[in-house]
């Protein structure tokens, strides 16, 4: 039996960053509203960048961090919505711009629960013996699926990437995943072509999808806990979905937990898709917040609904 431990992170955020106040100049809205709903004051925006560009330099820094020769990599898996191109996938397009050659690559899309996803089936092929070194990444540009004209939702979100190398271990490392889906609310939040020759348009009920995300935060944050037998005085770190801070404040809440013992990157990154848990985890990490053994929960819901946690030893 092996564990996966992480071994390094990385991250990679457009140059170009995009305040409330540029905001108030594209549509009808206020750095305070903004500030008051969603905690979010501005975010990075691609500008010819792809998802594959990002994830390829978080996987490179990633790979850097964990000090290891990018040829020991024996999996790639990226999480995305928004590939590069709709073939090859973006997991081979971060292999070639990592110059190595015949490792298994592929893409899985759970929308904003991606990541957690991704960890899981990186978790399973480690603790099952079959592969040693597998490089996971989250990565999104759903600006270029926002409806710019849109201020119930062009507000909310951000371009990024966050990866990290998974090594196999024989102490903790990640002590289980637990992934969920429910195609009930599959309207509360899609994307799909309005027109043949238009990319997909983000639609979005926000007011609903805030209840039902802090309902299931709620939940899912207590249900992980129990199910490894810890209570919330053990936790030593929350990563939540970096959506929105309203939502993040009750999640911690309701795990008792000081929100001096949460990673909040929300404020400076709006919500990056299945960027948004490996970015805040790599911001938790170069900070020197999250130390080595800590035991650390990661939790996110996003379209589908899909929704899930980790529990995991750094
Ligand atoms: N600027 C100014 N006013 C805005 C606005 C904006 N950007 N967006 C909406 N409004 C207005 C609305 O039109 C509404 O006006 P009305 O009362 O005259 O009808 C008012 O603000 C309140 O809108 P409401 O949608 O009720 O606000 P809210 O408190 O629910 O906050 C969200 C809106 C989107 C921030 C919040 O619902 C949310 O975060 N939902 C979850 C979204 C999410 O997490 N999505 C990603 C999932 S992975």
Sequence with gaps: MYYSRIIGSGSSLPERRL????????VDTSDAWIMERTGISSRHIVTDESSADLASEAAKEAIVNADIDPKLIDLIIVATCTPERLLPNTGCLVQNALGIRGCPAFDLNAACSGFIYALSVADQYISRGLYKHILTVGTDTLSKIVNWEDRTTCVLFGDGAGAIVLRADHTPGILGTHLYSDAA???????????????????MRGRELFKVAVNTLEKLAIDTLDKHGFKHDDLDWLVPHQANLRIIKAAAKRLKLPLDRVIQTVQKHGNTSA???????????????????????????????????ALLRY
Aim: no cysteine; hydrophobic share 40%.
């Design 185 to 203: 609310n599959r309207d509360v939040l899609y994307a799909t072509k309005t027109h043949a020759d238009t990319s997909p348009i983000i639609k």
């Design 19 to 26: 305040t409330n106040f540029d905001l108030e100049k594209m």
């Design 275 to 309: 960027a948004s848990l490996p970015l805040a985890l790599h911001d938790g990490i170069q900070s020197g917040k999250v130390k080595q053994n800590e035991l650390v929960m990661l939790e996110v819901f996003g379209a589908g609904l899909t929704w899930g946690s």
